[in-house]
């Protein structure tokens, strides 16, 4: 099988997560309790065979890099293989010009220097499994230019409104790549996962870099669809895009879904995330949890129901946690309702009785607030 390197690829100024996005970039995301969103990318490749992976920050890089580390924990072949954490000048998340291309073009010398033929683009900030393995190989037997991962949904008008979608002939074949306005439910969403030739991706930034200052890659594939040949491959699975607060918490409320997430975690196909050593949960007398997701280190005395509980976290007698995120190591007193909220890390909620959002418009506890 031919061989490729990776690339992880961070959200551009076109997508911002309010709240949690203002401590951390979204590959850094707290995921269930206890993943990060950019372990499901690297987990795809390091499970694909893919040893050698370039991983892109840019605004508030040192959570990402605090957990990725040496990659060790990856499962990445020691002697071959290689994380490179690889920075971009612009530094202001918003800015028009923190975009892919300009990441890409910053760092082109490194991109150079692998040896591998091929390279698979993946972002930071999407949630799926894929075998990369099976997208090389379509890609080579097509004799397509590029061919891009696509994942065709029904739920268009309320959720993946910060991505793009895909428009495609009969053949499969890409004719425009164009933004999601949220005006029809079905629609092919674009999961910003390519697959190409090195020596192909290195012409498109240097053609989109020359071209204007603020094209991404999207926007040179599309500019170029009609001259070149640029395929599509379906992915079929669980698919979540995290480019919103709403979609943030509804990917993960769904994943409570038994049925769901057995789609996602699959034991021939483990998710890998830098493991936390500490003691388990400790569950008092009091204590009420179903359908819920519990990582190890917390008190747990009050009544949580389909919910997830972060690293550390205390849950006080009398308290109520329902459908809601709490992320590690805050406190709710006793006797507080939550429900519909997303709790950030190290807050303690002592005062406010009653935090209450809904299913579409969950309410957001900044980190290390105390109400």
Sequence with gaps: MAKAFGIVSSADNTIYVDGLQDYRPIGSFSFLGRFRVVDFP?????????????????????SLCEHIGSGRHYNINSKRGKIQLLFSENTSSRSIYNNDISAYKANLDYIQRMHEEYVIVAPSYMVYKQDYRQLLESHIASGAEVTILYHKVENARDYFKGCHTVVLNKQKGVQAIEKNLGTANNKNILMDTYCMRKETFIELVQDASWMSSIYTLPDIINLYCKQMDVRAYQHKGYFASLTSLDDYYHASMELLDYSIASDLFKADWPIYTRTTDSCPTQYFETAKVSNSFISNGCLIEGTVENSIIGRGAVIGKGATIKNSIIMAYSEISENIHIENAVVDKWAKIVNAKNIIGTALQPQYIKRRDIL
């Design 42 to 62: 690297i987990s795809n490749m390091s499970n694909s065979d893919i040893n050698r992976i370039q991983v892109y920050l840019q605004s508030k890089p040192r």
